[in-house]
């Protein structure tokens, strides 16, 4: 198994749940992971690539944004209604039967309408947030498991977005970087997708979803 930057080749066998990947090493570790014997190993990961990029995920947050974007058109056409019963209100008599009757149909769509707001859109909300925390579980879950594999003291977080002049946040984000430098063979990246596609695959989450390898 060539270290994390490069091409990941490993192999690999699910045995259960718990155990979903075992890796046997099909190559050599550089030596600035394999012979630092003497004093900490550090690897990167750039988590916010994971999500962006690994095609399961990805797939879980673009169902949920499907659902927002019908609900939106459902709540669009509700809006509608209630906007034709409010013009409709207007053409009865204040304080004749009719008006009060229209009245508070109007009051009640318009209630329902905002409860039903409230409610799917925190439900969507709580979804997306669900998606997250679950694939962080799993991502700490890779990084324990190939630390633990090669001998890893700390795994840093960093970002690998470039700056762009363009963008002025891209800018900002770029000089904020915790990380100026990296070797290339400490990024552990691609290593946690393709355990993140192994440990899914077993568990029936969803088929092989990781991006290509930068």
């Known amino acids: ?117 409230a409610r799917k859109r925190k439900e969507l909300s709580d979804a997306e947030a669900k998606i997250y925390y679950d694939n962080y579980q799993r991502i700490a879950a890779g990084v324990k498991f190939l630390a633990n594999h090669y001998k890893i003291n700390l795994v840093l977080r960093y970002n690998s977005e470039e700056m762009s002049l363009e963008q002025g946040e891209s800018v900002i984000r770029g000089v904020m970087k915790n990380i100026v430098y990296h070797d290339e063979a400490l990024d552990m990246t691609n290593a946690v997708m393709q355990y993140l596609d192994q440990t899914m695959r077993v568990a029936g989450a969803a088929p092989a979803g990781a991006a290509a390898p930068r």
């Not at 990029?53 to 509700?78: M, P, Q, R, T, Y």
């Not at 207007?90 to 009060?100: H, I, L, Q, R, V």
């Open 1 to 117: 198994m060539r270290v994390f930057g490069k091409t990941v080749c490993a192999a690999s066998k699910a045995l259960s749940l718990s155990m979903a990947l075992s890796v046997a090493a099909a190559g050599t570790l550089t030596p600035t992971l394999a012979s630092a014997q003497d004093g900490h190993k550090v690897a990167v990961i750039d988590v916010a690539y994971i999500f962006k990029n690994h095609g399961s995920i990805k797939a879980e947050v673009a169902k949920v944004e499907a659902e927002l974007k019908s609900f939106d058109a459902e709540l669009s056409k509700k809006r509608d209604e209630l906007q034709q019963a409010a013009a409709e209100l207007k053409t009865f008599k204040p304080g004749s039967p009719e008006y009060s009757t229209a009245e508070e149909s109007v009051a009640s769509m318009e209630s329902r309408l905002r409860l039903d707001m």
